[in-house]
């Protein structure tokens, strides 16, 4: 057992992943007993306080700095100030604060707060542990656990509080993913530390395993998943004590942790490719390139092909970074046309641009989606921009129909998204949020940012965002 648990920590460090977190505070009189700053610790005794499933949150700290900066040839206040700013830093202040002309020699006192996350006293990142009540079955996230004591092993099953055997989808204990490994027990070796915590996602190793739970669960009349945690303390003689005598966690008197599937907690962006049930990173035909290098990303840009699938669309040096097909092609597949550290050239003419001049090709991140515009012709017939009459009505999104205020342009109706396209949108848009750290108010419609058929990107966000508000 003493192996098995230096593996699970050599495995947690080897792949960065923290093992615990102390709350370590000092050493009392009593060189056998130590004191902590969240759970006091008592010999001869393991204490389980809680076992959750959690966020991660940085331990921030702010204090107040200050430095002498001397001036060396002149110029002004806001000179001064661009030798400071930087991330993390706030609320400058200056002696002397006037604007006027600074001469060289002169000594300016520089005052801000900066805000840094604290330490632990290994001196590695310190981290928060939130507890939550519900999240994504699949998606990653922290198994926490708060223990006093300092001898032996904590051993932690996840299970499904199914009510009838008949309406399991999970295996008992569930198995759950760890550094990439399936397992169905996570160990924590109990050594003084209070916080212990691994990350993990709830779900079968094989993707083909994880698509099946949702099979399993549209048969159900509960869409979510119940969960509850059971714990085990071995390999110590000291005593054991849990809340209300009560080894599980996530009780039924207080509430089992609800798990919703999502699709979605497949992808992941690894080595800047995306990786995925549906994505593909070669296409025929594709004569995509980059352009340069991509920076720091701000923004993510939503367009269509104005055609029948992304066959046509990438046989363009210039384009974006994904496509997204659609019926016409291989519906709801995605095509990464190159690494996320290129950039493509998807936002053109600087002429033709309309606001957000921030965003540009470099630093901003394009998606394509296969579908067509449609117009009303002089004879109020309903056509695509090649004056092609539409076969099937219900095939275009006609709720809405989208037009550049004030300048007589047409009002242009798009072909709906699939439900496959829909899926592998907000999936994709997902990740990069992630990787990105952006929120949805980082999405852009090419339409806002640059002259176009109106609507093209917007039909796009009206569709997905919805979903990413969820």
């Given at each position: 057992?003493?192996?098995?648990?230096?593996?699970?920590?050599?495995?947690?460090?080897?792949?960065?992943?923290?093992?615990?977190?102390?709350?370590?505070?000092?050493?009392?009189?009593n060189p056998n007993q130590k004191t902590y700053d969240q759970v006091h610790q008592t010999d001869h005794?393991?204490?389980?306080?809680?076992?959750?499933?959690?966020?991660?949150?940085?331990?921030?700290?702010?204090?107040?700095?200050?430095?002498?900066?001397?001036?060396?040839?002149?110029?002004?206040?806001?000179?001064?100030?661009?030798?400071?700013?930087?991330?993390?830093?706030?609320?400058?202040?200056?002696?002397?604060?006037?604007?006027?002309?600074?001469?060289?020699?002169?000594?300016?006192?520089?005052?801000?707060?900066?805000?840094?996350?604290?330490?632990?006293?290994?001196?590695?990142?310190?981290?928060?542990?939130?507890?939550?009540?519900?999240?994504?079955?699949?998606?990653?996230?922290?198994?926490?656990?708060?223990?006093?004591?300092?001898?032996?092993?904590?051993?932690?099953?996840?299970?499904?509080?199914?009510?009838?055997?008949?309406?399991?989808?999970?295996?008992s204990p569930a198995p759950f993913l760890e550094a990439g490994k399936e397992k169905t027990t996570a160990?924590?070796?109990?050594?003084?530390?209070?916080?212990?915590?691994?990350?993990?996602?709830?779900?079968?190793?094989?993707?083909?395993?994880?698509?099946?739970?949702?099979?399993?669960?549209?048969?159900?009349?509960?869409?979510?998943?119940?969960?509850?945690?059971?714990?085990?303390?071995?390999?110590?003689?000291?005593?054991?004590?849990?809340?209300?005598?009560?080894?599980?966690?996530?009780?039924?008197?207080?509430?089992?942790?609800?798990?919703?599937?999502?699709?979605?907690?497949?992808?992941?962006?690894?080595?800047?490719?995306?990786?995925?049930?549906?994505?593909?990173?070669?296409?025929?035909?594709?004569?995509?390139?980059?352009?340069?290098?991509?920076?720091?990303?701000?923004?993510?840009?939503?367009?269509?092909?104005?055609?029948?699938?992304?066959?046509?669309?990438?046989?363009?040096?210039?384009?974006?970074?994904?496509?997204?097909?659609?019926?016409?092609?291989?519906?709801?597949?995605?095509?990464?046309?190159?690494?996320?550290?290129?950039?493509?050239?998807?936002?053109?003419?600087?002429?033709?641009?309309?606001?957000?001049?921030?965003?540009?090709?470099?630093?901003?991140?394009?998606?394509?989606?296969?579908?067509?515009?449609?117009?009303?012709?002089?004879?109020?017939?309903?056509?695509?921009?090649?004056?092609?009459?539409?076969?099937?009505?219900?095939?275009?999104?006609?709720?809405?129909?989208?037009?550049?205020?004030?300048?007589?342009?047409?009002?242009?109706?798009?072909?709906?998204?699939?439900?496959?396209?829909?899926?592998?949108?907000?999936?994709?848009?997902?990740?990069?949020?992630?990787?990105?750290?952006?929120?949805?108010?980082?999405?852009?419609?090419?339409?806002?940012?640059?002259?176009?058929?109106?609507?093209?990107?917007?039909?796009?966000?009206?569709?997905?965002?919805?979903?990413?508000?969820?």
């Amino acid at each position: 057992m003493g192996e098995i648990i230096k593996d699970v920590v050599q495995q947690a460090a080897d792949q960065n992943i923290p093992v615990s977190d102390s709350g370590k505070d000092a050493y009392a009189a009593n060189p056998n007993q130590k004191t902590y700053d969240q759970v006091h610790q008592t010999d001869h005794l393991i204490d389980v306080v809680d076992v959750f499933f959690g966020d991660r949150n940085p331990r921030m700290k702010t204090e107040k700095k200050q430095e002498t900066y001397p001036v060396k040839s002149g110029g002004k206040i806001p000179d001064v100030l661009k030798n400071f700013k930087k991330e993390g830093r706030s609320n400058f202040t200056t002696v002397p604060d006037h604007q006027n002309p600074l001469k060289p020699g002169e000594k300016v006192q520089v005052f801000w707060e900066e805000t840094t996350q604290e330490k632990d006293e290994s001196g590695q990142p310190a981290f928060d542990y939130i507890k939550k009540t519900s999240g994504d079955l699949g998606c990653e996230t922290w198994l926490v656990a708060k223990v006093n004591g300092d001898k032996g092993v904590l051993k932690v099953t996840i299970h499904e509080d199914n009510g009838t055997a008949t309406d399991a989808v999970l295996a008992s204990p569930a198995p759950f993913l760890e550094a990439g490994k399936e397992k169905t027990t996570a160990l924590f070796k109990i050594n003084g530390t209070v916080t212990y915590a691994v990350k993990i996602a709830v779900r079968p190793k094989e993707d083909n395993d994880f698509l099946e739970l949702e099979k399993k669960i549209a048969e159900r009349k509960d869409k979510l998943v119940p969960l509850y945690l059971k714990a085990e303390v071995t390999d110590t003689d000291y005593e054991i004590k849990f809340p209300d005598n009560n080894p599980e966690f996530y009780t039924a008197a207080s509430g089992r942790y609800k798990a919703k599937y999502c699709q979605c907690c497949i992808y992941k962006i690894e080595n800047n490719l995306l990786q995925g049930p549906n994505v593909i990173h070669t296409k025929t035909g594709s004569k995509v390139v980059s352009a340069g290098t991509m920076q720091k990303v701000i923004a993510i840009i939503m367009h269509r092909t104005s055609g029948w699938s992304t066959e046509g669309a990438v046989q363009s040096s210039k384009g974006t970074t994904f496509y997204v097909d659609g019926a016409k092609g291989n519906d709801g597949e995605i095509y990464q046309s190159m690494s996320l550290d290129k950039a493509p050239s998807h936002i053109l003419s600087s002429k033709s641009r309309l606001a957000h001049l921030e965003v540009q090709s470099e630093n901003s991140v394009g998606i394509e989606v296969a579908g067509w515009p449609y117009i009303y012709n002089e004879k109020k017939e309903l056509v695509n921009t090649l004056n092609n009459k539409v076969s099937d009505g219900s095939t275009v999104y006609m709720d809405k129909g989208y037009a550049y205020e004030g300048k007589g342009e047409a009002t242009y109706y798009w072909e709906k998204l699939t439900d496959k396209q829909v899926t592998s949108l907000v999936c994709l848009v997902k990740a990069l949020l992630k990787k990105y750290d952006l929120t949805v108010n980082d999405i852009y419609p090419h339409d806002e940012i640059q002259s176009k058929n109106r609507g093209e990107g917007r039909y796009v966000m009206d569709i997905i965002l919805p979903h990413l508000n969820q």
